[in-house]
């Protein structure tokens, strides 16, 4: 038998089964992912991270004079965030008023209620106008 001879032949199976519906027989065809999680897996590992630089006594204590002068004027911070699955970190900038110093505990509260701990703040920025204490 040869393929002239069979292309002409009735295909009975199709009066002993029903047609499966298109969504089903789409279903079988759909593209099957293996690795799952990971593309994840890849764009963490992509991920960069910093160290964190530790300041001089004299750039801490210059950080420190700012956060007094900075008290209910408008600040930029630039602090480091410890990254929560990998070593290292980065560093943040974030625009706020200081509301108050906690000497205690050593932290400084924001205005949007961040609580930044002092040894992460890498610089910060006093802005707005002058007060009478910065021409001292």
Do not use: C, W
Not at 1 to 26: C, E, T, V
Not at 65 to 93: C, H, M, P, W
Request: net charge neutral.
């Amino acid at each position: 038998m040869s393929y002239d001879d069979l292309i002409y032949i009735d295909y009975k199976a199709k009066l002993k089964h029903p047609p499966m519906d298109r969504a089903k027989r789409a279903a079988q065809f759909s593209p099957f992912a293996a690795l799952t999680g990971y593309d994840k897996a890849i764009e963490e590992e992509s991920r960069v991270t910093e160290e964190k630089r530790i300041l001089t006594s004299d750039e801490f204590s210059e950080i420190e004079r700012k956060l007094q002068n900075g008290i209910n004027r408008d600040v930029a911070i630039t602090y480091f965030k410890k990254d929560e699955s990998k070593s290292g970190g980065t560093y943040l900038t974030i625009n706020s008023k200081i509301v108050k110093l906690l000497i205690e505990k050593k932290r400084v509260l924001l205005e949007d209620g961040t609580l930044l701990n002092i040894k992460d703040i890498f610089s910060l920025e006093i802005k707005g106008n002058k007060s009478y204490v910065d021409y001292q």
